[in-house]
């Protein structure tokens, strides 16, 4: 095989091994704008039980698991952006 054929190969096959990556990477907001509140709730259900001043805690700590990852989100989003703009055919 020419060494130049496989160069490409393996050239090709890092950009895939990339691009599985990123996409992973996406998919996990998902994820994460699910449990994160969940898991935080959670946490302040136990302290709640804990202190005995059910659903203070709960709703405060839910609360800042959603804000914390939308903000997460948006300035990830933003990034992406600005990343995407900065590469652009438009901007040479």
Do not use: C
């Amino acid at each position: 095989m020419d060494v130049g054929v496989t160069r490409r190969m393996d050239a090709v096959a890092v950009s895939n091994k990339r691009e599985i990556s990123e996409q992973m990477g996406r998919a996990t907001g998902g994820y994460e704008l699910a449990l994160s509140p969940l898991l935080l709730a959670l946490i302040g259900y136990g302290l709640d039980r804990l202190f005995g001043t059910v659903p203070v805690l709960t709703i405060v700590l839910a609360s800042v698991g959603l804000i914390g990852v939308v903000v997460k989100i948006y300035f990830q989003y933003r990034s992406e952006m600005e990343e995407h703009a900065k590469n652009g055919p438009w901007a040479r």
